[in-house]
């Protein structure tokens, strides 16, 4: 299974534009929320927010950090592959323990 | 909290009758071993997680925990105990751990299984000590269940994926089966004096059973979700509140404890106490 990318937004106080700060691997938006905020802890944020980065529509997408040249499903595939790692998925999949 | 209890705040332990302020200390030591074993817990399964982004909110959790225990044994400080012998000196006998944590996990089913059940038992019981008209509980509890949100959707986001993947779904059930009534069982007997005088007193905000029905109110929706209430024999009374079909039995059970016996082992105590570290302890 191919965990979605979620694109992690924050800032610290009321009225600082909301800066993209990273991304997680999470299965569902509810994970997503948590590895977001455990990660990026760095800073004391006031707002954070997930979002799936299918869902970013980019304006000029040739400018665009949020899509690859590759296309989505070529990126995933080399994310997910074994020499990068997904951190030992083999145990979630039934594999070696 | 009633009325009364709102007026009469209670600022230092010693202003309470001496059983109160036993059973306060006792409820307070076991809330506290029980942080300092499950971040400990937590923290072995930093590495070896299903995902990286897994393994990294497990450190933090295990983190969160061990804050939560130091701040939990600081409250001590009030009871005439001193928070560090407590935290580095004692022996594993003198732990007063949840027992669901006197063994380590030996699967990330068990880790999971651990966070939704027992880790939710204990923050239903800090839950109690918010309307604590023991202020200094009321004060610092409210920032660990700030934190604890995080790790209770934690659980339930690997509870849903886990159930949906037929390899490890069985493996989860057991474990969930396994911590469920020593969940419950923890938050203690209805009948025990001293628990009753934590109610009567407003030392805390609800007893044994309401604490059960809160605890099952947060974690079987959950389990439900995830098509595991019925095999964990959880069901609804009359359509209302949740219940397990399973009797708990307080037999030999001591409130002091909050056990039925048994104890922390010494090598997972020398853990907790950071033996290894010991000529490196600060003041």
């Given amino acids: 299974m191919i965990e979605p990318v979620y694109e992690v937004f924050a800032r610290k106080t009321r009225g600082e534009p909301l800066r993209h700060i990273g991304f997680v691997n999470a299965v569902d938006g509810d994970l997503a929320k948590v590895y977001a905020w455990k990660m990026y802890d760095e800073q004391n944020w006031g707002e954070m927010c997930v979002i799936p980065r299918d869902a970013i529509i980019p304006v000029n997408p040739e400018e665009s950090q949020f899509v690859t040249m590759m296309g989505r499903d070529a990126e995933q595939a080399l994310v997910h592959s074994k020499g990068t790692g997904s951190y030992g998925g083999a145990e979630m999949a039934g594999g070696a323990k | ?283």
């Avoid at chain 2, 971040?39 to 497990?58: K, N, Q, W």
């Avoid at chain 2, 989860?172 to 209805?190: E, K, V």
């Avoid at chain 2, 995830?226 to 001591?254: H, K, M, V």
């Fill in chain 2, 1 to 283: 909290m009633s009325d009364t209890a709102t007026e009469s705040r209670v600022e230092k332990a010693a202003e309470l009758p001496d059983d109160a302020r036993a059973a306060l200390r006792s409820l307070i030591l076991a809330l506290a071993d029980s942080k300092r074993v499950l971040g400990l817990r937590y923290s072995d399964r930093m590495l070896g997680a299903p995902t990286l982004e897994a393994g990294i909110a497990a450190s933090s959790m295990a983190q969160d925990e061990w804050g939560h225990a130091r701040l939990t044994y600081a409250l001590l400080g009030d009871f005439g105990d001193d928070p560090k012998a407590l935290e580095h000196e004692r022996p594993a006998a003198e732990y007063r751990t949840h027992p669901a944590l006197d063994a380590g996990f030996g699967s990330w089913a068990d880790f999971i299984a651990c966070i939704l059940l027992v880790d939710t038992s204990l923050v239903t019981q800090y839950g109690a000590l918010v309307e604590s008209r023991y202020t200094p509980a009321h004060n610092r509890v409210q920032k660990m269940l700030d934190e604890e949100r995080f790790h209770f959707q934690y659980a339930a986001g690997w509870v849903r994926r886990m159930a949906a993947v037929p390899e490890v779904r069985g493996e989860l059930a057991a474990s969930l089966a396994r911590y469920l009534p020593q969940a419950l069982q923890w938050l203690g007997d209805d009948e025990g004096p001293a628990i009753r005088r934590l109610v009567d007193e407003g030392l805390v905000s609800a007893g044994p059973s309401d604490l059960r029905a809160r605890f099952l109110s947060r974690v079987v929706p959950v389990l439900a979700d995830a098509g595991l209430a019925d095999e964990l024999g959880l069901a609804r009374r009359d359509g209302g509140e949740w219940s397990i079909a399973q009797p708990l039995s307080f037999d030999g059970w001591s409130e002091e404890t909050r056990r039925s016996g048994g104890s922390l082992d010494e090598e997972t105590a020398a853990r907790a106490r950071g033996d290894k570290n010991r000529a490196l302890l600060m003041d």
